[in-house]
C-alpha cells in the first residue's frame, strides 16, 4: 500500500482534508527518528485560496495548476534555531544545545538532513492514513522563504517563537484524495544488484 501501490499525484478529488486529519497526520510523523531527537522539521500547511495565491508567484510552471486545485499543501521547512527546543526534546543529552549553537555549519547540515528525513515520514504517515502526496521541489525557495518566514510576515497564526529568517523551505508536498486519471505511467526503479552492495 504505503510503497508499491501508492503513486504521486497530479490531480486531485475535490474532497477537503480536514483539521482533524491534518492533526492525526502529525501526530502519527513525529514518531519518525532524527538525530539526537532535534526533530528541525515545520509545517505550514496551506489550505485556504488566500493562502495558496501567496504561494503561487514561487511555484514552476508545471506544478501550478495542480497545487492550486490541491485540498492542501504542506512547505516542508526546518528551523535553523531548532537547537532551542533541545532542553525539552533531549532533557537526556546535556550540552547538545551548545553543540548546534556554537556551530552554524553543522547545525545547518543537522537541519536538512533531518528534515528532509522528516518530510519523508510525512508521506510515509499520510499514505498510512489512505491521503495521497504530490512532492515537489519546482519552486522557488528564497521567495517562499521571505514570503512566508521572511522579516516582514504577519506573525499571525504563526507560533511565537518562529524567528525571520530562521525558517527555510526544505520541498513543498501536495496532499489530499489524488484523481487516478492524474498518475503518470510507473517509472523503473534500480536493481537491487545495480546499487546495493553487501560486504
Ligand atoms: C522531493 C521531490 C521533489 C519533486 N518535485 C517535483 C516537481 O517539482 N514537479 C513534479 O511534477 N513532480 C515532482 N516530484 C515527483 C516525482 O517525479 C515522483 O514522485 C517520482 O517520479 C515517483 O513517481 P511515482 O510515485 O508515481 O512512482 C518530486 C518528488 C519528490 C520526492
Known amino acids: 500500500m504505503i510503497f508499491r501501490r501508492a503513486r504521486t499525484f497530479n490531480g486531485w478529488q475535490d474532497k477537503l482534508v480536514s483539521d482533524e486529519t491534518l492533526r492525526e497526520l502529525y501526530e502519527l510523523m513525529k514518531w519518525g527518528p532524527t538525530s ?3 526533530s528541525p522539521a515545520r509545517f505550514l500547511l496551506l489550505r485556504s485560496n488566500a493562502a495558496k495565491e501567496r504561494l503561487r508567484p514561487s511555484l514552476s510552471p508545471g506544478n ?34 551548545e553543540l548546534f549553537a556554537n556551530n552554524p555549519e553543522l547545525a545547518d547540515a543537522t537541519a536538512k538532513r533531518n528534515s528532509t528525513l522528516q518530510g519523508a515520514y510525512f508521506i510515509i504517515a499520510a499514505r498510512a492514513l489512505g491521503l495521497d502526496c504530490g512532492p515537489m521541489s519546482g519552486f522557488d525557495n528564497a521567495k517562499v522563504d521571505e514570503e512566508f518566514f521572511g ?26 484524495y489524488g484523481d487516478p486519471a492524474s498518475v503518470r505511467p510507473r517509472a523503473t526503479r534500480l536493481d537491487f544488484s545495480e546499487i546495493c552492495h553487501v560486504l
Open 64 to 97: 501550478v495548476e495542480k497545487t492550486m486545485s490541491a485540498p492542501v499543501t504542506v512547505i516542508v521547512a526546518y528551523d535553523l534555531r531548532f537547537y532551542e527546543k533541545l532542553p525539552k526534546l533531549a532533557p537526556h543529552n546535556q550540552g547538545v544545545r
Open 151 to 176: 522579516a516582514s510576515v504577519e506573525r499571525e497564526g504563526m507560533c511565537e517563537e518562529y524567528m525571520p529568517g530562521t525558517i527555510k523551505s526544505n520541498f513543498l508536498c501536495n496532499i489530499g
Open 36 to 38: 539526537a531527537n532535534v
